[in-house]
Every structure is written in C-alpha cells, then in structure tokens.
C-alpha cells in the first residue's frame, strides 16, 4: 500500500515536497512518481532504485525535482523546485519489485491514490 502526500497550491517558482509512505520496506521496492494533467496521458516524473544508488528524471522536470528515500521511514520523497503552471497534475506514486529505477508505468505493479499539485502563475 502506498499513500502520496504534500500536493497543494504553490505559486510560479516556488517549491513542495512530496511524500510517498510506503507499507513494507523501501528497499525491497523501486518507487516511481507519475503525473497526470486534466485531458492529458499519465506521464513519467522521477524514479529511484530499491537501493537508491540509481535514479531517473522525465526531461522535463531534470534540474528541478529531485527524488530521494529513507529506508527507515519507508518514504520516497519528491523536492520540487523552480514549479511552473505545467506541473499542474495529479502526482501518484508506484512501487516495482523491479531492481532497476523503470521509468515505464507496467512494471509497477502497487499504486497509491495522488496528490494534487496546482501550480499558478
């Protein structure tokens, strides 16, 4: 079970940090961040290996968000900084028993329920 938090409202270059609570050990799990915009396909945000040594950012956010876990509170982090109106979306976390960071959405196979994150200008 995984349980997203820390979406809200935030104005153009400001910053949120999200947070992913896992049921089991993080580092039995590669843990990714998705997004979803309204009228608009789940994308790739961020990902990180069960072991933390690899993580994998979309082009889009790369400089500005930085995804990071700590294993003794099974929680996967998301810092989002300089935000733009364009991240915009439903934030939801996955995990993958993948030993890898995969950044496409079938190979996670848990979900949690998302977290809105509304950036204005």
Not at 52 to 75: L, Q
Not at 81 to 93: I, M, Q
Not at 105 to 115: E, K, L, M, R, V
């Amino acid at each position: 079970q995984l349980q997203a938090s820390g979406g809200g409202l935030v104005q153009a270059g400001g910053s949120l940090r999200l947070s992913c609570a896992v049921s089991g050990r993080t580092d039995s799990y590669a843990v990714g961040w998705f997004r979803q915009a309204p009228g608009k396909e789940r994308e790739f945000v961020s990902s990180i290996s069960w072991s933390g040594g690899s993580t994998y950012y979309a082009d889009s956010v790369k400089g500005r968000f930085t995804i990071s876990k700590d294993n003794a509170k099974n929680t996967v982090y998301q810092q989002m900084d300089s935000l733009k109106p364009e991240d915009t979306a439903v934030y939801s976390c996955a995990a993958s028993h993948s030993t890898i960071a995969p950044i496409k959405s079938y190979w996670y196979g848990y979900w949690g329920q998302g977290t809105q994150v509304t950036v204005s200008s």
